[in-house]
């Protein structure tokens, strides 16, 4: 049973998604404005009703397209902020938002340090271990290329029903 908790320091955010729940474990330690910025989207619903766009063995990307068939960018009125940060890294479960002032968000499945030079973001928590399981299904799920930008699209739309920050309940 998890219930909401807007105050807590290092906050707890579940993603229920069509394919299980995902937890993730945010430090506001590693890039606060970007936590910050996260969290009011989370806050605000703006994950709500999106859907995991990008999947494959090393990644799965989220957040910023609704589902099929219009797939629209996720418009927000809140702008996202993100930090260049030279001390965390693009590891296993490491959990990431878009360095491009976009909600886009990543949770590295596979090290990936090259990552780091091509397509910046801001690392600000790690996947929990009892989420694991479902993130690698998400990320094994079966997909095909739409477009030069969006190549490894679930065949099945994968939901992101709702994001809320949430701390298991007794803590």
Not at 22 to 36: K, M
């Amino acid at each position: 049973m998890f219930v909401v908790d807007r105050s807590a320091t290092h906050p707890r955010v579940r993603f229920d998604t069509s394919l299980g729940e995902i937890l993730v474990d945010v430090e506001p330690t590693w890039a606060p404005a970007a936590v910050e910025s996260f969290l009011g989207h989370v806050n605000e619903g703006d994950y709500d009703g999106t859907i995991w766009h990008d999947v494959g063995r090393k990644a799965i990307r989220g957040g910023i397209y609704k589902p099929r068939p219009h797939k629209l960018k996720v418009e927000s009125a809140r702008p996202a902020v993100a930090e260049s940060q030279g001390t965390k890294r693009q590891k296993h479960g490491r959990f990431t938002v878009a360095l491009i002032g976009s909600t886009e968000l990543m949770v590295n499945l596979e090290d990936r340090m090259s990552l780091e030079f091509i397509e910046p973001a801001t690392v600000i928590g790690r996947l929990a271990p009892e989420s694991a399981d479902v993130a690698k299904r998400i990320g094994d799920a079966p997909f095909h290329a739409e477009d030069k930008v969006l190549d490894s699209v679930p065949n099945t739309d994968i939901l992101i029903r709702r994001a809320a920050v949430v701390v298991p309940q007794g803590k």
